[in-house]
DNA sequence: GTTTACATACATACACGAATGTATGTATTA
DNA sequence: TAATACATACATTCGTGTATGTATGTAAAC
């Protein structure tokens, strides 16, 4: 009925963004319309339309919340004083660990996963998800040529493989735990889930040394 | 205008759901209307509603069509007379060939993947897919239990644990493959990208193998 | 071998709800 | 008083489901 103070309007334009989000897992992108998340959050389409264009620009929006907490994961995962095996060991863990304490990282991973279509008219976020993949299987190609330069790599392993392969089974293993999400199997046993392949990727369990490894 | 020989009608029913494959495929299932598809396969709607009750009969009966070839793959993971572990390296090395040389599954794969939503009105698709994963899990942990009982598997290793994570491993790599489908790496690379899971899971390569490997 | 009767295989037309985008109203607040 | 932060109302489009039309195949009756 009236205007809010600019606080308030940005407090409305989060409960948006948090109902969207509910909504958005519960029934899927598609399947929900804007006239729902208006409901949900007790509004009305037309502020929606007054903090967004349009869905795809709420949707936006809406995971954009989670990248710098996925960013700090990354920063981690380049830079810190241990050595590479364990970077990577300890990045796997970081990440699961996030998605077990975030349900907002949750709920987008799983909207990303299960509750949205990414071809036709969303076809520009299947773009993003390429190019993230991309540059998310480049860092850790990149740890994986560092351990290689510290002769922690088996001597059969290219590190620009074993970087797809490490980023597929962290893919898998999300979706998995996406699939049955009371099921505390993969949260438990994340390191016997991971273990195996690190096990054919690096010599002699180097991963749990928190050893620096003298570099060359 | 009329009424057609038995014959012709079945070629008509295939042709739609050939037609919704590749519609689905390209545009998402929520994003196609029928009347999308009836127009790429040079009918109407009268056309679809004769042989099918809705969207969802006709995408089910879509996916329907490839589960005997995937049966035939599990069969033959399960009997065999190859030493389990080989089994399992033959077995994923089948599905990627699949994958490769079966257009209609690679469609229906990647429309599972990223065309469709799984949730609200196509929950009913989640709870097969939940499903369908256990009982293939189960499958990978038969064999793998086979593999322990031949002392094959390394001592710290836990069947079912590996049967989710080689499971896990697969799903991520199809849909690394499915995201970029033209880039031949993951095909052409498959050994390499299982090769570290299977180190570190079962002994001395003895996946490579063919032998009976006698029983206990 | 026709004719008749009915089922089949669609096409066409219609009625309805749902969703979107926009235009406008309105009470604040700065 | 002018911009803000929404609510309300409206027009339009789109998709669905169903009802109906219609030409052909099919089989039995005669």
Redesign the interface.
């Known amino acids: 009925m009236a205007r809010k103070t600019r606080e308030e309007a940005e407090q409305t334009r989060h409960l948006l963004l948090d109902t969207a989000e509910q909504v958005f897992?519960?029934?899927?992108?598609?399947?929900?319309s804007l006239a729902d998340i208006a409901a949900a959050a007790g509004l009305t389409r037309g502020a929606i339309y007054w903090h967004f264009s349009n869905k795809l620009d709420l949707f936006n929006a809406l995971c954009d919340r989670i990248i710098p907490e996925l960013e700090i994961l990354d920063a981690r995962l380049l830079d810190s004083n241990v050595n590479p095996a364990t970077r990577l060991w300890q990045h796997g863990h970081a990440m699961f660990a996030l998605l077990h304490d975030n349900p907002r990282l949750r709920r987008i991973c799983g909207i990303h996963h299960?509750?949205?279509?990414?071809?036709?008219?969303?076809a520009p976020l299947?773009l993003e998800?390429?190019s993230w993949?991309q540059e998310k299987q480049a860092k850790l190609q990149q740890v994986l040529q560092c351990a290689q330069e510290q002769h922690l790599l088996?001597d059969?392993?290219?590190p620009k493989?074993?970087a797809?392969?490490l980023?597929?089974?962290?893919?898998?293993?999300i979706?998995?735990w996406l699939?049955?999400q009371d099921d505390r199997?993969?949260h438990h046993?994340l390191s016997?889930?991971?273990?195996?392949?690190?096990?054919?990727?690096f010599k002699e369990r180097c991963w749990l040394q928190p050893l620096p490894c003298a570099a060359e």
Not at 192 to 201: H, K, N
Request: aromatic share 8%; with cysteine; charged share 15%.
């Open positions: 897992w519960e029934k899927g992108v598609a399947g929900t299960l509750g949205c279509e990414q071809v036709g008219e969303m299947l998800q390429i993949t088996r059969d392993i290219d493989l074993a797809i392969g980023h597929s089974l962290y893919g898998g293993l979706h998995s699939l049955a199997t993969i046993n016997a889930l991971l273990s195996p392949y690190f096990e054919g990727i």
